[in-house]
T-cell receptor
Framework: GAGVSQSPSNKVTEKGKDVELRCDPI?????LYWYRQSLGQGLEFLIY????????KSGLPSDRFSAERTGGSVSTLTIQRTQQEDSAVYLC????????????FGEGSWLTVV | DQQVKQNSPSLSVQEGRISILNCDYT??????FLWYKKYPAEGPTFLIS?????DKNEDGRFTVFLNKSAKHLSLHIVPSQPGDSAVYFC??????????????FGKGTHLIIQP
């Protein structure tokens, strides 16, 4: 597809379960970002991948959160032992270059932890 | 500590009038600023940007103004149209907190255009 693709678009999970969220960036984009938007909050940076370099994990809120990017393309964000405060929209974005300040977002994965 | 602040959670403007959305920042390392627009159930979409070497950038009905000394930028939409109703996020690049070359976002302003 032409844009950033995320799946699932909606996920309801029970507290304590693990979830995986997937992101397919725009083809050829080297930089990939994960953001989170909680109710009434702005966009919170989580993690950044640039090419094959080690990711910048400075935004991950706890060690229950991890992400990987395979082959420099698809990324998976994993949340272990989900908590209710993890409920949010998880947005993936990509940009074409290291200095690609204009980043392009997917439509988000809406996670609800019950 | 919020580095990008949008102090108005919501703004209501009459159709045809000017909408002015404000954004303040604290990090003097920021050198590039962007506005994103977000409709419900969709991801944010890029609207307009400005480099710190400029003080104004215009694109159709949208103009962004940057006042570096005040660490303030604003987005003007004129004339406002019903389709402009959305949440507008201010974002900044060049500082830390957004990942290398990532963006730091404000909390957003919900713009409501009234007929």
């Amino acid at each position: 597809g032409a844009g950033v693709s995320q799946s699932p678009s909606n996920k309801v999970t029970e507290k304590g379960k693990d979830v995986e969220l997937r992101c397919d960036p725009i083809s050829g984009h080297t930089a990939l970002y994960w953001y989170r938007q909680s109710l009434g909050q702005g966009l919170e940076f989580l993690i950044y991948f640039q090419g094959n370099s080690a990711p910048d994990k400075s935004g991950l809120p706890s060690d229950r959160f991890s992400a990987e990017r395979t082959g420099g393309s698809v990324s998976t964000l994993t949340i272990q032992r989900t908590q209710q405060e993890d409920s949010a929209v998880y947005l993936c974005a990509s940009s074409p270059t290291v200095s690609g300040n204009t980043i392009y977002f997917g439509e988000g994965s809406w996670l609800t932890v019950v | 500590d919020q580095q990008v602040k949008q102090n108005s959670p919501s703004l209501s403007v009459q159709e045809g009038r000017i909408s002015i959305l404000n954004c303040d920042y604290t990090n003097s390392m920021f050198d590039y600023f962007l506005w994103y627009k977000k409709y419900p159930a969709e991801g944010p979409t890029f609207l307009i940007s400005i480099s710190s070497i400029k003080d104004k950038n215009e694109d159709g009905r949208f103009t962004v103004f940057l006042n570096k000394s005040a660490k303030h930028l604003s987005l003007h939409i004129v004339p406002s149209q019903p389709g402009d109703s959305a949440v507008y996020f201010c974002a900044a690049a060049g500082g830390s907190g957004g990942g290398a070359d990532g963006l730091t976002f404000g909390k957003g302003t919900h713009l409501i255009i009234q007929p």
